[in-house]
């Protein structure tokens, strides 16, 4: 028998190469060649498809952004209204203070204290409709809501607030300015005298 190469190829198949898969073949299915036509076709349909989504999140952003610019003008807008309502309700107020300062001018000791008195009663309204309280003073020192400016020995008990050099106020939950206090310290003992 003449020798005959080893390379045992069956009619029908195609050949296999070291080198790769053989077009329209892979692994070991045949998979038919894919038309150039049908690949320009689906690289235009996903360019098209990309050209829209880019549209969709630019006109996203420019929503976002003009979502962001409305937000702003109307935190400002508040802002403003709030101090506006709060100057119109202070207005009164003014008003007091100048007739109390005319009753002053004119020697009318009486009609300026009343004057002073009123001012600050609707001073005290105006604030407390706003959710401004006095800061609590009686009872034991707090360090959130107190400050201890001195300690002095004293005949209450040790930590307890004995005198207010200034009123605390709170807003709502906020301390705004906390009550300037004079905390007593401990006891004072006698002077130590000749027992008989």
Sequence with gaps: MPDEPQNSQEAGKPPVRDSGPVEGARGNRDVPPVPDD???TELE????ENEELIATLQRLQADFDNYRKRAAR????LVARAGERIVKELLPILDDLERALEAGEKHEEAQLEE???LVHRHLEQLLAKEGLALVETDGRFDPHVHEALLTQPSNADEGSVIEVLQKGYRLGDRVLRPARV???GPKEEGPVGDEA
């Design 38 to 40: 049908s690949l320009a």
């Design 45 to 48: 349909a996903l360019r098209n």
């Design 74 to 77: 109307d935190q400002e807008s």
């Design 115 to 117: 004057g002073v008195k």
């Design 182 to 184: 004079v905390v007593a």
